[in-house]
Nanobody
Framework: QVQLVESGGGLVQAGGSLRLSCATS????????MGWFRQAPGKEREFVAA????????????SVKGRFTISRDLAKNLAKNTVYLQMNSLKPEDTAVYYC?????????????WGQGTQVTVSS
């Protein structure tokens, strides 16, 4: 069973930092990219950042470039990975539920898995 579990969310003042983690288990195929999305109240889920399997390629939303950094640890156990999102210089508009995902191809079929989300609240 595939599981993605986020942690590290919380309440922080504007200008502060948080580090989100997403631990995966049960992913038995490779490669797969991992990413972070967020959803604020009343808004659609939006892309935040992504990292490739080899960590050679990363991508960021314009709104977080220069403030957020995505990284991942590849465990020797293929089924277990951790992806991180270091968030610095946080702004009230960063307030949202943050979700991680794993995006790959399994037996020729696109496979996309999501975590349950972690709340980030930035106070002004």
């Amino acid at each position: 069973q595939v599981q993605l579990v986020e942690s590290g969310g919380g309440l922080v003042q504007a200008g502060g930092s948080l580090r989100l983690s997403c631990a995966t288990s049960g992913l038995t195929f490779s490669p797969y990219a991992m990413g972070w999305f967020r959803q604020a109240p009343g808004k659609e889920r939006e892309f935040v950042a992504a990292v490739s399997w080899s960590h050679e390629d990363t991508d960021y939303a314009d709104s977080v470039k220069g403030r957020f950094t995505i990284s991942r640890d590849l465990a020797k156990n293929l089924a277990k990975n951790t992806v991180y999102l270091q968030m610095n210089s946080l702004k009230p508009e960063d307030t949202a539920v943050y979700y991680c995902n794993a995006d790959g191809v399994r037996f020729g079929i696109p496979a996309l898995y999501w975590g349950q989300g972690t709340q980030v609240t930035v106070s002004s």
